[in-house]
């Protein structure tokens, strides 16, 4: 079956169809509501006070349109199927009339009156089995104004008398676009304010290719770690390094939906391993996080070393749920991963190796650790000729850790930059950048290392 | 440059050999990409430097001329790649690029198309997101742009994961046996419009395209015609701002009392206990940032849309 091969696939990260037990994001409403969540049969968007079950999503491919529609028991979610002249019609009606208009809005008076429905009559139409289409129909039929409107503002009553009557949910690919879109749109204290544009430069100028190791420092909550994964597609390996003892969490990893090979890719190690010689107090020092790591999950949850390592606990809140309001607070992983989970401690022979060969790329996004002291720990692991990234919202971090680089001979091409976006509104005369745009995404010092025991 | 084969992993494996692409750093803004051949020598302002020299050398090290003249010999990456190739179009850069290939969710495995091919230098980026597995294939109706094309694509090592068709996208579209096989597709086109129908053939449900125009009436007319299939077409323009760094030492406005009488603006008393009688600037060197002065102000709008979902 197909979906069977899709969940076993494990070189394909790039599916088309949703199955069960796949991550999706669900934009409600053009983006009024972007909400992840895990599809499953008991899985539910809650609307309004109302609950749609996730089910009629399974099996579906990406990109689909769903609206919400009344059933005998309670909203039920329905796949929209647009036709492509239908698509024709309403660009023709909205976006072509809009150039010769001569209708403005001199005599709309705002006084509450347009209406002719009210609250009962609508209830009623509801109660006989109306779509969200027909209310919004009779809305507009309603309307005393409607038609004194331009044809640009019609649009708007309309899109919005739908967006209550009849919402719409778009399924869309949880991939590092779209999941750093909505964490930056929604919580973006929890990515460190990494815009996607920064985001998609870290990961060029870091070169992450396929197989490499990436030598990663992520305090951003896991989105840099999974951006550079999904870049891997299964080769390679992702090492989040980690200061003190506690690995920092990764759990937007989860959010992809990746293959258990890419997440057996994503190891964790502590810069004191790193750091350490091969001896005795590696051993004791490990000794601890990996007892816990070979436990079962039951046992998992009483130590105290795991509840803050990257277990399934977002994950698995009651319906399956993911979505983005605070965190609900740690409940069982009831519903394990079928994947292998990422972010295992990396093993002694792969650090092993490590020292001695040195990492391809090193990016960094810690907005609170200093760029300058961390750089100098990492820098020695990575291999000679390998590009470094660091990402922060502050320059003057940056500024003298670019110095500290020039004066130490251990780079070159240092450069710090800021990336800018803008983005616009393209329609018939009507083009302009839009009103509201993110004014910054960070800044980013990037580099070359160099082999400084140069031989004359 | 890419490893499309893991036994010869990267970072194992950083020493220059004969034949090897290297990429000549002498600064950041002076670079350039040569052949490793044993019997040959690069001459630059700085001397002559013998290739012979560099082999066996780890990659990043620093190299020296008969005249004692260094420069650094870097790994090649499609970044180092975008700044050193020759120039047959006006090309992609970094910021560009890199918004592209995470927009267009490019990664491994994925069948990208582009056109044109130009400089190659979005293409070289292409191949890294779609390897090991996936594939670009990328046309240009100019018959010797596509030969120079692949040829750089041969030197750089993406020969396997790149091909090259002269083909004009405009006129006929993409070649039908890519139907439905496409996940993203890039255009670079004077009249992008023309071939949004055959691009709209050539994608997988939900694929994404992107459109890079110069002019915003291309990217009008672009949107005009991709409103029939497509949906969520957004458009972009995306910019690198540099910053220059410097260390400099800041005379600070204090009080000196061997010299001033107290009718100085300044109030804060100078602390050091040295004699008065110091006459250089006091204060530790401060680390300071600017924006660079020039920049690049505009490369092209980026337009992208997915194709609906009709099934």
């Known amino acids: 079956m197909s979906l069977n091969k899709n969940l076993e696939d494990d070189s394909n990260q790039n599916h088309r169809v949703t199955w069960e037990g796949c991550s999706v994001l669900l934009d409600v409403n053009d983006g009024d509501r972007l909400v992840f969540a895990r599809l499953t049969a008991a899985s539910n968007l809650s609307m309004g006070n109302k609950k749609c079950s996730l089910q009629p999503l399974i099996g579906c491919p990406f990109g689909s349109l769903f609206q919400v529609e009344n059933g005998q028991d309670g909203p039920y979610l329905s796949r929209i199927l647009p036709t492509t002249t239908e698509g024709d019609n309403v660009q023709k009606k909205v976006y072509c009339q809009i150039e010769d208009e001569s209708k403005d809005n001199r005599a709309l008076v705002d006084n509450n009156t347009a209406q002719n429905l009210t609250g009962e009559d609508i209830d009623a139409m509801r109660r006989q089995g109306a779509t969200g289409d027909e209310i919004v129909q009779a809305l507009i039929a309603n309307s005393a104004t409607f038609e004194k409107k331009t044809s640009f503002s019609q649009e708007k009553y309309r899109l919005k008398k739908q967006k209550k009557y009849a919402p719409k949910v778009l399924l869309r690919r949880p991939f590092t676009r779209s999941i750093c879109e909505t964490y930056f749109k929604k919580y973006p204290a929890r990515i460190g304010y990494l815009r996607v544009d920064t985001l998609s430069l870290l990961l060029s100028m870091g070169n992450v290719s396929p197989h490499s190791d990436v030598l990663v420092l992520d305090m951003v909550g896991g989105i840099l770690t999974g951006a550079v994964a999904e870049r891997l597609g299964g080769t390679g390996i992702v090492c989040n390094v980690y200061l003190g003892v506690t690995p920092y969490p990764i759990d937007i990893v989860r959010m992809f939906n990746f293959s258990s090979e890419t997440c057996r890719r994503i190891v964790r190690c502590a810069l004191t391993d790193l750091c350490s010689s091969h001896n005795g107090t590696l051993e004791q020092i490990c000794q601890p996080e990996e007892v816990c790591n070979f436990e079962s999950q039951s046992k998992e949850e009483k130590s105290p070393l795991c509840s803050i390592s990257m277990d399934e606990t977002v994950l698995s809140s009651e319906n399956g749920m993911l979505d983005l309001v605070p965190e609900p607070s740690v409940s069982p992983a009831t519903k394990a991963c079928k994947n292998t989970k990422a972010g295992e401690k990396a093993s002694q022979e792969a650090i092993k190796l490590w020292k001695e060969n040195g990492f391809s790329s090193l990016i960094i996004a810690a907005p609170d650790v200093d760029a300058w002291s961390i750089v100098k720990e990492l820098l020695p692991f990575l291999s000679f000729s390998a590009p470094f990234v660091i990402y922060h919202q502050y320059i003057q971090p940056l500024a003298t850790c670019m110095r500290n680089l020039q004066l130490g001979k251990m780079a070159v091409g240092l450069q710090i930059s800021e990336p800018w976006l803008r983005e616009y509104q393209v329609l018939p005369s009507r083009t302009h950048p839009l009103m509201q745009m993110s004014a910054f995404g960070g800044y980013i010092l990037s580099g070359t290392k160099i082999c400084i025991d140069d031989q004359r | 440059m890419l490893l499309v084969d893991p036994a010869k992993k990267i970072s194992f494996n950083r020493y220059i050999s004969d034949g090897d692409l290297v990429i000549v750093y002498e600064r950041h803004d002076n670079m350039k990409a040569v052949k490793v051949c044993k019997d040959s020598v690069l001459q630059n302002r700085f001397g002559v430097f013998k290739h012979s020299d560099w082999i066996g050398r780890p990659f990043g090290s620093k190299v020296f001329s008969n005249k004692g003249g260094f420069v650094y010999l870097l790994a090649p990456t499609p970044e180092l790649w975008t700044l050193v190739l020759s120039h047959r179009t006006q090309i992609l850069y970094l910021a560009d690029i890199s918004f592209v290939i995470m927009y267009l969710e490019i990664v491994p495995g994925c069948l990208v198309l582009e056109s044109g091919t130009g400089s190659g230098s979005l293409t070289t980026s292409l191949a890294r997101a779609v390897a090991p597995t996936g594939h670009v294939y990328t ?18 090592g993406l020969k396997s994961l790149v091909t ?101 603006p300044c109030k804060r008393r100078q602390r050091s206990s040295e004699g008065s009688n110091a006459k250089e600037v006091s204060g530790s060197p401060t680390i300071m940032a600017r924006p660079s002065a020039e920049a690049r102000g505009h490369t092209g709008y980026l337009t992208f849309a997915r194709l609906r979902c009709l099934s």
């Not at chain 2, 046309?139 to 750089?156: G, I, K, L, N, P």
Request: with cysteine; proline share 4%; glycine share 8%.
């Open chain 2, 164 to 264: 090259v068709g002269v083909r004009d996208i405009q006129g006929e579209g993409f070649p039908d046996d890519f139907c439905g096989k496409a996940d993203s597709v890039f255009l670079d086109l004077p009249q992008p419009w023309l071939a949004v129908p055959s691009v709209g053939k050539m994608l997988k449900q939900d694929g994404i395209l992107c459109s890079f125009s110069p002019c915003i009436e291309q990217v009008q007319r672009c949107c005009e015609t991709l409103r029939a299939n497509f949906t969520d077409i957004r458009t972009f323009e995306v910019l690198l701002r540099t910053y220059e760094v410097r260390e400099g030492k800041m005379e600070s406005c204090q009080a000196d009392e061997s010299g001033s009488t107290g009718s100085l």
């Open chain 2, 139 to 156: 046309f240009d109706f100019h018959e010797q742009r596509a030969v120079s094309a692949r040829e750089d694509f041969e030197r750089t």
